[in-house]
């Protein structure tokens, strides 16, 4: 084999490893670096140990089956097909469904393969070893895009020691830390559904008896179908009204429950999923919680990333089997941190309940936004990893009763540690979830609650709340509740005073009969829309009333404006 020939193996072997391993998962980072919780040089270094590792098993292959060309040929129609013909991967957002082969996207992303492997080929069998080496020196300056980021030139040692063995000043380590003053604890369970909760706390008393001092409102309502546009109302307690996402998410740095509180002598951390930029004073990512070890935890996201990179690459018949229902192929085999999102956040919240710590230090607030009832269905009842197709109410059920006996476990570690009753502690869910009709009747749950399906379900969150001092048994309150309250009832219940200007009422002060005009508004848009168009045109959304009830509100969401419209 001439040398000629060698180095065109060689290049090319380099060439598809690096494509593969950096090229991809860099410009999924450099697209979405918010939703990636892992630095920039750690992806960097997984990636390049990887590509070693192709190169090292890819080139001698290459020479002994003079494929060397072909090799270069489809790492060049890899790049191409990562960068300017994807196939087509949809919202992976738990109702995600695939393109088959048999439709005008599988189709195409068969055809495109085809075409730049061909190309790509008649291509390499043209070029020298050195205008491949030129390829590559182009490849890797493309992936390495996000390096011209400030905010990407972050890296951190990737050490194989007990992730319980946190840098004590560093801001994982003092989420762990709950001030004997008093701090304010904020868990939103992402998607789950009031009702549902309160069947599981039907079935199980004991989680009842577990949650001393807790009020819960089942008339509660949601203002939005979807996390991105349930957030702002949560957090600032004004209702999402047009203009730009951006520019509300970056008001809540200055205006909102976060700002209230660190007004007040407060620190404040958002742990988990923070949506558009950090609102409040530190933000960590949900795996940061998870105290395994820290090589395992940054291997986990790596190949989360990678696996995601590969969906623009294969053709889209076999996106359902690599997804696997979120876990992906990578992780569940080369990686032992749970994969799923329901696993990870879970694992994040058992992990606070494991390692907690009272402390002297001053009061926070510190809130955890967990996916752990976001679909995919990914757990049993038990906290077992199961794979179920579809989203039947009883399926979703066992999923939230594992969120509910969890945090029931961070209850138990929070009074262990002698902080529970002093603290401020809110339970509480964004939207609720779409699902099938049971299979069984229900009657009113906890003899009061209505039980809800289909999409009208979605604007049904879950809110209970836990005052100060407050010790005594468990209640139930009927008053006409809206998640938007939250900031408005903490300043007037726990930091008494927050100015004027506070939008949404105290829950605690309403009367159970009041009535009261509820407001929320749906849509069909997705969240990649919503960054595109950077909010929402007044004629992709219908503003529906509840007075009274949620099952009986004027409610149609055929009249709902469909996405194409706005793509």
Known sequence: MSDRAVGKAFFGS?????????????????????????????????????????????????????TGFAVAGIALAAAGKLYFLPSHVPLLDGGEVFSKFASAAGLWSVLSIVLLVLGGIWLARRLSASALAFCLIALLAMGLQ?????????????????ASELAPNSEEARFFKFSKQGDAL?????????????????EHPEYREALTGFTYFWNNVGRAPTTLMSMIPIYSGKPYEGG??????????????????????YGSSLAG??????????????????????FQVDLSNYLEVLELGLLRIFPTFVHERWYNDDRGRLRTALSTVPASKAAKSLAALS???????????????????????????????????????GKSREDYEDLVRCNVRTFVDLVAALKEAGVYDQMTIVLLADH?????????????????VPPLWGRLARFEPLLAIKLPNR??????????????????????????????????????????DAARQRHFIDFLLWQTDHRRLDGMPEEAYEEFTVTGLLRDADYDSSALPPREKFK
Request: glycine fraction near 6%; charged fraction near 20%; include cysteine.
């Open 14 to 66: 380099l060439m598809l490893s690096a494509t593969v391993f950096i090229l991809n998962p860099s410009f999924i980072y450099q697209n979405n670096p918010q939703d990636i919780s892992l630095e920039y040089g750690n992806l960097l270094l997984f990636g390049a140990c990887f590509a070693v590792l192709a190169t090292a098993i890819v080139f001698p292959l290459a020479v002994l089956t003079r």
């Open 146 to 162: 996000p390096l011209l980021d400030p905010e990407s030139w972050r890296f951190s040692w990737p050490s194989t020691a007990l």
């Open 186 to 202: 904020i868990v939103l369970l992402d998607t789950v559904q009031s009702d549902v909760f309160a069947q599981v706390l039907q």
């Open 244 to 265: 730009s996402v951006t520019a509300r998410y970056n008001d809540l740095r200055k205006d909102s429950l976060f700002s209230d509180f660190e007004a007040h002598g």
């Open 273 to 294: 999923i923070s949506i558009i930029g950090c609102p409040a004073q530190h933000c960590i990512s949900t795996s940061k919680l998870i105290r395994l070890e820290k």
């Open 351 to 389: 992990s606070i309940a494991r390692y907690l710590e009272p402390t002297d230090a001053d009061r926070s607030l510190k809130v955890l936004h967990l996916m752990g009832a976001h679909p995919p269905i990914a757990l049993d009842g038990g906290c077992n990893e199961v794979n179920v197709s």
């Open 432 to 448: 609720g979830e779409t699902t099938g009709e049971p299979e069984e009747e229900l009657e009113p749950i906890l003899g009061k």
């Open 471 to 512: 010790t005594g048994p468990f209640q139930i309150d009927d008053a006409p509740t809206q998640n938007s309250d939250l900031r408005a009832t903490l300043c007037a219940e726990v930091l008494r005073d927050c100015g004027g200007g506070i939008l949404g009422e105290n829950v605690f002060a309403l009367e159970d």
